[in-house]
């Protein structure tokens, strides 16, 4: 595989990803909610879940866009976009997992 190919292939991985994860929470918060460490998060509240799960349907097109053109500005921001855009929830991770039980 090419490097520009190694390069698409990532990025679309990264854009599916995204989708799954807007898709599942924007049709199905209750069920997202149900996943073990989602659950030790404060009391459910779907406008929430669905406030989260937009953007990240947002930054699917992003990366989509990237893989589908490959315009070097747009592939360099979309994958920083990616952390930048998820850094919140992994800062926060760790108090979370504090107070699940082992």
Known sequence: MSRRGGLRAGLGLLAGAQVLLGLRILLLPELFWKWRW????????EHLLRDFGVP???LAVVLGAAVA?????????????????SGRIWCSTPSICSRCPR
């Not at 979309?78 to 930048?84: D, E, I, R, S, T």
């Open 38 to 45: 989602v659950s030790y998060l404060p009391p459910y509240n």
């Open 56 to 58: 990240s349907l947002a």
């Open 69 to 85: 053109t490959m315009e070097r500005r747009l592939v360099l921001a979309a994958p920083a976009a990616h952390p930048a855009s």
